[in-house]
């Protein structure tokens, strides 16, 4: 018999399973459950986008592609980021089309990180970055934010974690998953501080176009940060694209001619079909966006209202399409009460802690699901909290 706990990796095997999946999966082997898990919008991809995609399939050979991308997407998120931010970008030199925003992350670690590195992982946080940083050798280490700064990271949190083996600052903003956004007056002590450091920055920027009431201010856009700054983006989230798999990266040359060879030996080229589907996603779905995020925006409204109704004291978010309430008043952790809440209420939510020990006290709740679906969730959540106080009034 072959012993494959001494062939597996150490580094594999200590890594804990995605806390998203693991209620995901859960939720799909049972009867009649509301998932509201999932950041996966509920809109279909625009039919400009999938028009293309046919035209390609019909008109085209399906084949290998450039590995940094090809030319005509290439050249259109450079267009998107400078109409953006103001910032441009060498589509030959300093641009990396990646399968997914996911790839674009693990790029950015794999190609700055040696073993020993710290690098700064703000909380609470999408789940991939901390074990990335681990594959690679590094030491991730959390940044806790709070609720008294509405989850935005200050120049003082971020002082008190730097050390002289700090080499990377991930910044997830606006945030999964508690919908936080760092505007153009929070970002600019952070970058006077790092101005004065090597300290590098990715900028994880995947929910951009998904923002309420403002516009979205990214850090690359300050005075000195673009060339300390790996940008990354994608088209899930915005265009629903996620099955796509398509995002990419921007950085100064210097370091895409690098962390391009992972990319050639790993993954070598990103989808030509969702390639060429894109194109059009940059150039021709503002309007599409629009229209998606005006019903984010009534989704948002609506569940702010109804948790802090419900008594579990619920932060506004002015991005993504996530809400996080606090659920300590009903004395549960966060693993507790997602669980029960799954099994007796028949409603899949992700307790706080799979974004980091932050998260405890929390769970996280996506409004990419239709507001008839979100009305009946809520009304299982009320009848769970009712049988919740019933049990305390009992005791």
């Given at each position: ?17 995605s806390g ?7 939720a799909?082997?049972m009867?009649?459950v ?22 390609v399939l019909?008109r085209?050979?399906?084949?290998y ?11 259109a998120?450079?267009?998107h980021i400078?109409k953006?931010?103001?910032?441009a970008?060498?589509s030959?030199?300093e641009l990396?089309?990646t ?6 992350i693990d790029?950015a ?5 040696n073993?020993?590195d710290?690098?700064l992982?703000?909380e609470?946080?999408?789940?991939c970055?901390?074990?990335?940083v681990e ?5 991730a ?6 609720i008294e700064n509405n ?10 974690k730097?050390t002289d083996?700090?080499k990377?600052?991930i ?7 508690t919908?936080?956004v ?6 600019e ?8 450091t090597?300290?590098?920055v990715l900028s ?19 005075e000195?940060?673009?060339e300390r ?23 100064p ?21 969702s390639?060429n ?9 503002e309007k ?11 989704r ?13 004291t ?5 991005g993504?399409f ?7 008043s009903t004395?549960?952790?966060?693993d507790?009460?997602?669980?029960r ?26 409004y990419?699901?239709?507001?008839k679906h ?9 009848a769970f ?5 019933a ?5």
């Open positions: 018999m072959i012993d494959y706990d001494k062939i597996l990796s150490d580094k594999v095997k200590k890594m804990k399973p998203i999946r693991k209620f995901f999966d859960i799909g082997n009867n009649d509301i998932s509201l898990g999932v950041g996966e919008p509920d809109f279909n991809t625009p039919w400009v986008i999938r028009k293309e995609a046919i035209k019909e085209k050979n399906i084949i592609g450039p590995n940094k991308g090809i030319v005509p997407l290439r050249n998120v450079s267009s400078e953006k931010h103001g910032v970008y060498d030959d030199n990396i089309v399968v997914g925003g996911s790839e674009a790029l670690i794999r190609g700055l990180i073993p020993g710290e690098v992982v703000v609470p946080c999408f789940v970055y901390s074990p990335l594959l690679s050798g590094g030491i280490v959390s940044v806790p934010t709070r989850f935005k990271l200050t120049v003082e949190d971020l002082k008190d730097v083996r700090t990377l600052l910044l997830p903003f606006p945030n999964n998953p919908g936080a760092m505007t153009k007056e929070d970002l002590p952070i970058a006077e501080f790092l101005r004065d090597d300290i590098m994880d920027e995947i929910y951009s176009e998904l923002t309420y009431g403002m516009k979205h201010f990214s850090i690359i856009e300050l000195g940060m673009r700054t790996i940008y990354v983006n994608g088209f899930s989230k915005a265009y629903a694209m996620t099955g796509w798999r398509l995002g990419y990266l921007a950085a040359k210097e370091i895409v001619s690098q962390i391009a060879k992972i990319h050639q030996y790993g993954i070598m080229c990103s989808p030509y079909i390639q589907a894109a194109v059009e996603a940059l150039t021709s779905c599409e966006v629009a229209k998606m995020v005006t019903e984010y925006n009534i948002r409204q609506y569940l702010v209202k109804e948790f802090n109704r419900l008594g579990l619920c932060f506004n978010p002015e993504a996530y809400v996080f309430p606090c659920i300590k004395g549960l952790t966060s507790e009460f997602c669980e809440l799954l099994y007796e209420g028949k409603v899949a939510a992700v307790p706080g802690t799979a974004f980091g020990e932050s998260g405890e006290g929390y769970m996280r709740i996506s990419a699901y239709s507001l979100l009305m009946e969730a809520v009304s299982r959540i009320e909290l009712k049988k919740l106080e049990e305390k009034n009992e005791g």
